[in-house]
């Protein structure tokens, strides 16, 4: 979850690549607040996710490891 006022563009990405809100990725927002979730998360959603707001005076973004260590049956 991100917290941003006045964000022209909200991006998040997995490994530089653009994620969609489709399939197990759902992208959302509630007022300044945008979400990414990812439904049955699997050892092959690991990686690195980046979040990328941009206005008219530049850009910011964070960066999230996730790690997935075990599953519960």
Known sequence: ???VENAD???FTRAGES???AGKIIIS???DKHF??????E??????????????????????QLLVTGMYR
């Open 1 to 3: 979850m991100v917290e």
């Open 9 to 11: 563009e909200i991006v």
């Open 19 to 21: 994620l969609e809100d």
């Open 29 to 31: 927002q509630q007022g």
């Open 36 to 41: 990414l979730e990812i439904c049955d998360v």
């Open 43 to 64: 050892s092959e959603d690991e990686g690195e996710y980046t979040v990328i707001c941009e206005n008219n005076y530049g850009h910011v973004t964070s960066t999230a």
